[in-house]
T-cell receptor, first 112, second 115 residues
Framework: DAKTTQPTSMDCAEGRAANLPCNHS???????VYWYRQIHSQGPQYIIH???NNETNEMASLIITEDRKSSTLILPHATLRDTAVYYC?????????????FGTGTRLLVSP | DTGVSQDPRHKITKRGQNVTFRCDPI?????LYWYRQTLGQGPEFLTY????????KSRLLSDRFSAERPKGSFSTLEIQRTEQGDSAMYLC?????????????FGPGTRLTVT
């Protein structure tokens, strides 16, 4: 699975959009981009994933560049409860074994 | 609440004792994963089940660790002769099988402290 690079930490004001970047320059054509987050002392929570196209769900939007070498997770109106560590992961889809390889993620702090 | 439950949530044990953790996945999920997370690090993969078959094991899973998933439902992770280095959060996740990208849903974890 391709390696990802994320900033160690980011700050965001409550109510503003939080834009979390991720670089995955060695991503292969059949690898998906996944985002998970982990709020303190809880298990990781799935947010969103995508292959080529931009994706949106009730939690966030995922913007993937045309060359797929980077992506941005957007939380449109950050709240205090969005304070967490955000993990960007790339991995192959398909029918087989699909472990997640977590890095150290981006620690997002949302402040009033 | 993702629908994945783990028991116990916290376990304190003395070095050398055996411990067992349980994971109940989402009922229709045939894939089950165990991960371990130490302080300040992201979760690390330990082992994977598809139905009742244990198909992958990380080299992190020493001989003191054993996992089972009888009948493809709940799973247990046992650590024998615990060491202080085993202190960590043990996370269970489940997902559907089949083609394509499948998101994993994590339980709340079991925090193990070995004294």
């Amino acid at each position: 699975d391709a390696k990802t690079t994320q900033p160690t930490s980011m700050d965001c004001a409550e109510g503003r959009a939080a834009n979390l970047p991720c670089n995955h320059s060695t991503i292969s054509g059949n690898e998906y981009v996944y985002w998970y987050r982990q709020i303190h002392s809880q298990g990781p929570q799935y947010i969103i994933h995508g292959l080529k196209n931009n994706e949106t769900n009730e939690m966030a939007s995922l913007i993937i560049t045309e060359d797929r070498k980077s992506s941005t997770l957007i939380l449109p109106h950050a709240t205090l409860r969005d304070t967490a560590v955000y993990y960007c992961i790339v991995r192959v889809g398909g029918t087989g074994f699909q472990k997640l390889v977590f890095g150290t993620g981006t620690r997002l702090l949302v402040s009033p | 609440d993702t629908g994945v439950s783990q028991d116990p949530r916290h376990k304190i044990t003395k070095r050398g004792q055996n411990v067992t953790f349980r994971c109940d996945p989402i009922s229709e999920h045939n894939r089950l994963y165990w991960y371990r997370q130490t302080l300040g690090q992201g979760p690390e993969f330990l082992t994977y089940f598809q139905n009742e078959a244990q198909l992958e094991k990380s080299r992190l899973l020493s001989d003191r660790f054993s996992a089972e998933r009888p009948k493809g439902s709940f799973s247990t992770l046992e650590i024998q002769r615990t060491e202080q280095g085993d202190s960590a959060m043990y996370l269970c996740a489940s997902s559907l099988g089949g083609v394509g990208a499948r998101e994993q849903y994590f339980g709340p974890g079991t925090r193990l402290t070995v004294t």
